[in-house]
């Protein structure tokens, strides 16, 4: 069954500090990988899109990573500010359907001050 | 521009009312979604719409309708509620079903 399971569930760092999100996949035949934003009460907003070639993406202190043998991706986030307190959520989809995608359950980043 | 925008923002509905979810989409995208979000869950997929006047069942369709009324518009309906379908529901569009979707800012329904 095509799954994604994200890790930790949450997480609480101080302002300033880096911090990494896990996102491990079982969907078979892969087609991207995508890492979303999403803040409370608002819809998700798409941070990255990584296709198996791609190993590394960057979109500012965002960093995403990927190892389609493993499938395995990281999102890495630099010198955290308040206004990244939010759910990131891993996103994959399958080669064989290009609108049915596989969400994980997200991961909650608090930033404290 | 708007981008992908949605009526109501909030809504409670009694057992067995009925009610349309509506979407509109100004970035001439041709494929439109519909999700639902529940605690602790990924986004579950409801129905799509992969082109104008085309409509296919995602992974949870039972218990709701769909109409994909322009290129522009992509409507949920929900014919008979049932407190199971109490969630915030999503719609979003992208060029095409491999491109990044773009979300709105959800709607947000109690079923009593």
């Known amino acids: 069954k095509n799954q994604v399971e994200q890790s930790p569930q949450s997480l609480i760092i101080l302002e300033g500090k880096n911090c990494t999100l896990q996102?491990?996949?079982?969907?078979?035949?892969?087609?991207?990988l995508r890492w979303y934003k999403q803040d409370t009460g608002r819809g998700p907003v798409s941070l990255t899109i990584?296709?198996?070639s791609e190993n590394t993406k960057s979109n500012g202190r965002y960093t995403a990573t990927l190892d389609a043998d493993t499938k395995q991706s990281s999102l890495h986030i630099t010198a955290s500010q308040l206004s990244d307190s939010a759910s990131y959520i891993c996103?994959?989809?399958?080669?064989?359907?290009?609108?049915?995608?596989?969400w994980g359950a997200g991961t909650k980043l608090i930033i404290k001050p | 521009n708007a981008g992908v925008t949605q009526t109501p923002k909030f809504q409670v509905l009694k057992t067995g009312q009925s009610m349309t979810l509506q979407c509109a989409q100004d970035?001439?995208?041709?494929?439109m979604y519909w999700y639902r979000q529940d605690p602790g869950m990924g986004l579950r997929l409801i129905y799509y719409?992969?082109?104008?006047?085309?409509?296919d069942k995602g992974e949870v369709p039972n218990g709701y309708n769909v109409s994909r009324l322009n290129k522009r518009e992509f409507s949920l309906r929900l014919e008979s509620a049932a407190p199971s379908q109490t969630s915030v529901y999503f719609c979003?569009?992208?060029?095409?079903?491999?491109?990044?979707?773009?979300f709105g800012p959800g709607t947000r329904l109690t079923v009593l």
């Open positions: 979003a569009s992208s060029e095409h079903g491999v491109n990044e979707q773009f």
């Open positions: 970035m001439n995208h041709n494929s």
């Open positions: 719409s992969a082109s104008e006047g085309t409509t």
């Open positions: 996102c491990n996949y079982t969907v078979s035949p892969f087609s991207n």
């Open positions: 990584m296709t198996f």
């Open positions: 996103v994959v989809s399958a080669r064989d359907s290009n609108y049915q995608l596989i």
